[in-house]
């Protein structure tokens, strides 16, 4: 359990990789957002609702696969244990998420309390994420972290363990497997009723329980790919 706690300080030695980076890009398309409906704006009925949130989520999937793909020989090569290596980044990347989502849900908290930030604008309470139940809001903002952090893990330990071709076979099967559905759907005439059934999913299950399913599935696997992955 030690050297899992080492590995996961070791990831916020390059703090502005992994504060500095997410925050900043996240700021900067926050600015640009209110600016831009800000001067947009023409009564008090339009209320725009931007997807600059996603910024986040997209720099952390980046720093989840350099985690591994830098880190993991280092990490190997001072003796830690492909195990404590898992747990330490599993551990680091949970706390993160955890935290960033805390933020997260104060801002938005902050952004209705300000009608909008002064502009009716909905940056940090998507539509989605407004339910009535606070630890549901809070799990909104912090699944899609760990989600997106094990796609990155998973993403990064393909490479290690099997190279480029991994990769490609990897994108090859992804591809294959959404354009065989899509083909299997227009055929069948399954579009409507796909679209029927998101459409009565709860925003909580979207975006907490079936994220929080497939976050489980994919920490398994990477935990048996990394077991036989190189440095």
């Given at each position: 359990?030690?050297?899992?706690?080492?590995?996961?300080?070791?990831?916020?030695?390059?703090?502005?990789?992994?504060?500095?980076?997410?925050?900043?890009?996240l700021a900067l398309s926050f600015l640009i957002n209110l600016a831009l409906f800000s001067a947009m704006q023409e009564n008090e009925d339009f209320e725009p609702t931007t997807g600059g949130l996603m910024s986040i989520y997209i720099v952390m999937l980046i720093a989840s696969i350099s985690a591994i793909l830098q880190d993991f020989p280092?990490?190997?090569?001072l003796?830690?244990?492909?195990?404590?290596?898992?747990?330490?980044?599993?551990?680091?990347?949970?706390?993160?998420?955890?935290?960033?989502?805390?933020?997260?849900?104060l801002l938005?908290?902050?952004?209705?309390?300000?009608?909008?930030?002064?502009?009716?604008?909905?940056?940090?309470?998507?539509?989605?994420l407004v339910v009535e139940n606070p630890v549901l809001r809070f799990l909104g903002f912090?699944?899609?972290?760990l989600l997106l952090g094990f796609i990155?893990?998973?993403?990064?330990?393909?490479?290690?363990?099997?190279?480029?071709n991994g990769l490609l076979t990897l994108s090859a099967v992804v591809l294959a497997g959404?354009?065989?559905?899509?083909?299997l759907a227009t055929w069948r005439g399954w579009w409507s009723a796909i679209g029927d059934w998101f459409a009565?999913?709860?925003?909580?299950?979207?975006?907490?329980?079936?994220?929080?399913?497939?976050?489980?599935?994919?920490?398994?696997?990477?935990?048996?790919?990394?077991?036989?992955?190189?440095?």
């Open positions: 359990m030690n050297r899992a706690l080492t590995v996961a300080r070791l990831q916020f030695v390059v703090w502005r990789a992994v504060i500095g980076w997410p925050w900043g890009i280092f990490a190997l090569g003796g830690v244990s492909r195990r404590s290596f898992y747990l330490g980044n599993v551990l680091q990347f949970t706390v993160q998420a955890l935290v960033y989502a805390a933020v997260l849900y938005a908290g902050v952004e209705e309390a300000t009608d909008g930030w002064g502009a009716n604008l909905r940056f940090f309470g998507l539509p989605f912090a699944i899609p972290f990155g893990i998973a993403i990064a330990l393909v490479a290690k363990r099997w190279g480029a959404i354009g065989g559905l899509a083909v009565d999913q709860p925003g909580w299950a979207l975006l907490v329980g079936w994220p929080a399913l497939v976050t489980l599935v994919l920490a398994a696997v990477s935990y048996l790919v990394i077991r036989r992955a190189t440095p």
